[in-house]
């Protein structure tokens, strides 16, 4: 078997679905201050900022730089890629609920990594890869769902 085969590569890149959602819930936010009984001179302000937040977190998540994940099928540890640099993570723990796969690790200097992946993102090939590679010891996948006896 070679190193390469015994490599799980994921890829992240920014989602144009959360990106959307974020926008939508500015506009939602100043649509919903607006449409309240505050005072015209304290809806204004806060319409302007709950649409400026929402533009600036969606750019925010849009200009983030891809990034890969290599997870040895080991399961020794995830080194993560970035185009200026590569480092190893720690105390990584995987959920991924239906559609949606979501990991939290250690850097070396102790900060914690988040990374987010939505349908947009992650195809359910590399899902299923993302959960092989990791080990049942390491997965979240949520409340099991209840069945009923008829």
Known sequence: MSSESSICRIDWRPSRL???CLSCLGILGA???WLS???MVA???LACAALAHGGWLARREFTRLPFSLEWPCSGDGIVLSRPDRAQALAEVCLSVRGPLASLRARDPEGRV???FWSP??????DRRLLRMASGDSHVDSGPA???MQG
């Open 31 to 33: 649509v919903s201050v």
């Open 37 to 39: 009984a505050m005072p």
């Open 113 to 115: 990594f988040r990374a």
């Open 145 to 147: 769902l209840a069945t």
């Open 18 to 20: 959360l990106c959307a």
């Open 120 to 125: 947009d993102t992650l195809s359910p090939s």
């Open 43 to 45: 809806k204004l302000p």
